[in-house]
């Protein structure tokens, strides 16, 4: 009789340990991060520059994310929630400074930090290659125009909801 219940004990074990085990819930490594389509990228921040959120590799997801191409913007206008993190992604074969218009004073965006380089808190602080990428917080409502800083032209607004 003692056996039997040691091995009913045993069988319980295992298949408890086995169902615990299929069950939890993959997990990546702490250096790694799926973002948008699957990708798996490696987490890094780079601290070139005055701006310390600007990128080279993914850092964190966002929640919109912004395509620099060879024709501008893409999309060039949006709308978040306030809180929400809109990633500027250079995918060009030029350079790209994502900065808040109205050029060249990028002063509209009411916040402000000792950090920031133009004016405004809403300023990458400096161009970004091929391949990087720079994120930003929206924290207050309104439409909040974008540019270019190395080409005036090239515009964008995000439109912050409550």
């Known amino acids: 009789m003692n056996k039997i219940v ?3 004990l045993a069988v ?8 615990l085990y299929s069950s939890a819930p993959a997990q990546e490594s ?6 948008a389509g699957g990708v798996v990228a490696p987490q890094a921040v780079s601290v070139e520059g005055a701006n310390t959120n600007v990128t080279e590799v993914v850092s ?3 929640d919109i994310v912004i395509t620099f191409t060879d024709s ?7 709308t978040v929630k306030k809180g929400q993190t809109v990633r500027w ?3 060009s074969g030029s350079k790209v400074w994502p900065a808040s218009a109205v050029h060249p004073t990028h002063g509209v965006y009411p ?9 405004s808190s809403f300023d990458a602080c400096r161009a970004l290659s091929q391949g990087e990428s720079w994120d930003f917080t929206f924290d207050y409502v309104g439409e909040w125009k974008f ?16």
């Open 89 to 91: 992604a250079n995918n």
């Open 12 to 19: 319980v074990i295992v298949a408890g340990g086995w169902f």
């Open 72 to 78: 501008g913007f893409v999309p060039s206008s949006l």
């Open 111 to 119: 916040q402000k930090s000792a950090s920031d380089c133009l004016g």
């Open 147 to 162: 540019h270019n800083h190395l080409n005036g032209s090239q515009k964008g607004s995000v439109i912050v909801t409550e």
């Open 6 to 8: 040691l091995w009913v």
């Open 60 to 62: 964190k997801v966002p």
């Open 30 to 35: 702490a250096d790694t991060e799926v973002v």
